[in-house]
Every structure is written in C-alpha cells, then in structure tokens.
C-alpha cells in the first residue's frame, strides 16, 4: 500500500506491543528478586563475628541454603570449636583456609599435621543455585576429589579472595558447599591472603589466628559492605 508515488506508506510504531513486553520483563524480574528474597532469607540467615588476630570479619549465613552445614557451623561457634585456631592454608588470590583442630595455639611442631583435622560430624554437601565461590563467599572445604569425597565436610572452611576464573569456577561451584558471605571485614580477609607462608605447603611463616567464632543477632550485624577482589 502507498499514500504517495514512490512512497511505501509507513507502519505505525506497536507502542501498545512495546509497552505489554516491557511490562512483562519488569514483573518477571520483580517477581525473580521476591523467589530469590524469600529463598535464600527463609529461614532468616544467621550471623556470625570471626575474631581474626588481624581483625573481625563479620559473616552472614544462610540456613535457607545449606542448613545442615550452617546448623553446624553454629554449634561448632558455639561449643568453642574455633578458639585460637590457625588459618593455616593461605593462597595468595585464591583462599584463606581455616578449623582445624589440630591447628590450635599454632604450634610449630605439629605442623605436618596441619590440615588434616576436623570435627566428629561428617556434613553432604549442600548446593544452592543463588550461592558462588565468589570473593568474599564462605565454603566448607572437604577431602577427596569431585568423584568421590562430596560429602567429607567437618569443620575447615574457606573464604574467597578473588573471583575466579572460568575453568577454576567450574571446578568449584557444585562441588563445595557454600554456605555464607562475608558483610564485613573483607580487608581483613585480604589482610590474611597477604602473609607470608611457605610455599611448599601454604601455611603461614607466622601464625595467624582465627581467636574465636561468635555468633552475633541480626541487630549486630553491620550493613553489608560491596565485595570486591583482595588488590596484589
């Protein structure tokens, strides 16, 4: 159809059409965010202040998530489990390890043995599609490889200081059971990432110490701070 010689007569803008998808797209993201709110906060997150001998980091858990390895990570905090610990596994731009027990006081002639405790609970391995191995994200570590070995959580965990790359990513979501995030204290966790250590086994030159877990009300916790990468 033409209105003029010469002149392909033009179609009217679908305002209407435009408008119902961008209506749409508003309420499928309004309604994700809600699905994502009322998944991972219920139950309510629990929180937790790890007293480094750098300084506090303060964490946010997330029963909703991995229930099992949040409900033992509070008794654990509780029963004094993580008193005057070692985080003796320090990889500059990957992790910082702690919870071992065998760790504690950070005595130099029980280093060889430095990595290979735990606690008497064995945890499965709890996976959360909303939950990464980001920085600043809290995982339990564990024994064994991705065949065998899922379920070998105790009491070691780990906190990302970098966001990792795609084939490292790969090897880790799925697999550790991320359970928590750091609110507060990510320079702290930096700090950590920074010391010293031995590298043929990663462990700290001097000792740095996880004093004690203390689990803290939502009403002590601070307002969670951006998490970005530890700078080298």
């Known amino acids: 159809m033409v209105d003029k010689p ?3 007569k033009k179609n009217p803008v679908p305002w209407g059409k435009i408008g119902a998808a961008v209506i749409i797209a508003i309420v499928a993201v309004a309604s994700g965010y809600y699905i994502y709110e ?5 139950p309510s997150p629990e ?3 790890l007293s480094t001998s750098l300084g506090d980091i303060y964490v946010e858990l997330y029963p909703a998530c991995a229930p099992k390895t949040v409900s033992n990570f509070v008794s654990l905090s509780q029963s004094g489990f993580y008193t005057d610990l070692v985080w003796h596994r320090i ?4 992790v910082i390890q702690t919870g071992d027990p065998k760790t504690r006081g950070g005595v130099n002639s029980t280093r060889t ?3 290979t405790g735990g606690s008497n609970t064995t945890l499965p391995l709890e996976v959360c599609g909303w939950l990464h191995n980001y920085a ?3 995982a339990m570590a564990r024994e064994g490889n991705q065949t065998y070995g899922l379920n070998t959580g105790t009491s070691q965990f780990y906190i990302l200081t970098d966001n990792q790359t795609a084939a490292t990513f790969t090897q880790l979501d799925g697999y550790y059971t991320v359970f928590g995030k750091v609110l507060s204290g990510m320079s702290v966790v930096c700090a950590i990432s920074k010391v010293a250590v031995y590298a043929s086994n990663e462990q700290p030159i001097t000792p740095v110490f996880l004093n004690n877990v203390t689990i803290i009300s939502a009403a002590q916790a601070p307002a969670p701070q951006t998490l970005v990468s530890c700078k080298y």
């Open 6 to 8: 010469g002149r392909r």
């Open 38 to 42: 009322n998944y991972i906060y219920s």
């Open 47 to 49: 929180y937790a202040k």
């Open 113 to 115: 043995t430095w990595g």
């Open 91 to 94: 990889v500059k731009g990957f």
């Open 136 to 138: 600043g994200y809290v």
